[in-house]
């Protein structure tokens, strides 16, 4: 009954594809807790007295149920004005989020454009949901724009959904935001742009690098809340046509148990961080900086210039060995393969929070350099 199961495994183990859970151990290069946020004792002193105060600690039930607590609507109406939108809505996570986003909003005869390199969720979600669905290279708002072209050209008459991640999670460079919602204008197109890794880093006051378009008719925005905020959840900010539109016809939104209140609570409070403390953005900054001229100098690698600093190994057996040699030097690193990155692009992920100090940063870059040099002997 099994066999199919274990045959699969084995090929996975056979390409040094097998993935096996493991702890985190060793100093933290590899979360997405950007603003060191996850363990705040602000966050954890809002959630405590928010418990205290009979704040249950779950919602029991689907929002339009009885889970809808104030919490939520606390939290929606503080994003919504934060991120520049004229609504918000909170889901459990950003996975289910932007599934929900494209099996709900894209209709049967649209048309949604991929970047090719968006996050998994929105491939799952855009093939998932109605509309026909296509890929376009790589930040190539040229190549959108061609897409879009030829499918009118091929009788296409719905709308065009253009979908695009601002920081991309594994190669740590930008979306060229500007040109896509040129693009979308142009053919009165939507913009969906998931700002997971930009969410509290980019943008005045940490609201993301799609902060200019907030608050426009065709573009939708996901905050993310367990990275950066270091909280769980996400937001999806649009106007309040869209957020209605969700709300009624959103089966990932009307089916689910609601998300935990005191989730809503330790995001809120994370919003109130980003305007209280700017500096946690600007040390960050610094180790960017700090991080991008010692992979230069030490590696001979060119940095992404973001805090997700991609080191393109190539082959998953060595990317995988390069990683456990700096695991074993107290570095907590991860190696990323294929299907999660292009075939033949396997690398270690490095990302900088501020969990890490500069000493952390140069102690790991020079354990880099000498493995790295090893295992290419």
């Known amino acids: ?99 929900a986003v494209l099996t709900t ?66 190669d740590g460079d930008c979306a060229p935001l500007v040109d896509l919602i040129a693009v979308a204008d142009h053919h009165e197109a939507f913009l969906f742009v998931d700002e997971a890794h930009a969410t509290g880093v980019y943008g005045p006051g940490g609201r993301g690098l799609a902060h200019d378009l907030e608050g426009r008719d065709n573009v939708v925005v996901l905050h993310t809340c367990g990275k950066a905020l270091g909280a769980s959840g996400a937001l999806v900010t649009a106007s309040a046509v869209i957020r209605d539109y969700l709300v009624n016809r959103c089966r990932p939104f009307i089916y689910a148990t609601a998300p935990s209140p005191l989730m809503a609570v330790a995001a809120s409070e994370a919003l109130d961080i980003l305007r209280d403390e700017p500096r946690r953005r600007e040390r960050l900054a610094g180790l960017v900086a700090f991080a991008s001229e010692a992979l230069d100098a030490r590696c001979g690698l060119e940095s992404s210039g973001s805090q997700i600093l991609p080191v393109i190994v190539g082959d998953n057996r060595r990317t995988m060995a390069l990683a456990s040699a700096l695991q074993g030097r107290r570095f907590d690193v991860r190696g990323i393969r294929p299907p999660t990155v292009p075939d033949g692009a396997a690398r270690l992920r490095i990302s900088l929070t501020l969990n890490v100090g500069e000493t952390d940063i140069s102690d790991m870059i020079d354990a880099l350099a000498e493995e790295w040099e090893r295992i290419k002997a």
């Open 1 to 99: 009954m099994l066999e199919r199961y274990e045959t699969s495994l084995r090929g996975l183990a056979r390409r040094n594809r097998l993935r096996r859970l493991g702890g985190p151990d060793g100093i933290d290069f590899a979360s997405n807790d950007y603003l060191g946020l996850a363990r705040s004792k602000r966050i954890a002193d809002a959630v405590a007295l928010a418990l205290a105060s009979g704040t249950p600690v779950g919602a029991a039930g689907s929002r339009l149920l009885r889970g809808n607590d104030p919490e939520h609507e606390a939290l929606e109406a503080k994003a919504a004005h934060f991120f520049g939108a004229e609504r918000a809505l909170f889901f459990g996570g950003g996975y289910v989020a932007n599934f």
């Open 105 to 170: 909003l894209p209709q049967k005869g649209d048309l949604i454009v991929l970047d090719e390199r968006v996050h998994a969720s929105a491939h799952e979600g855009a093939r998932a949901g109605r509309a026909e669905v296509t890929e376009a290279a790589h930040n190539d708002a040229d190549a959108v724009d061609d897409a879009i072209r030829t499918w009118r050209a091929r009788g296409g008459a719905g709308r065009a959904w253009i979908v695009a991640e601002s920081l991309y999670s594994m």
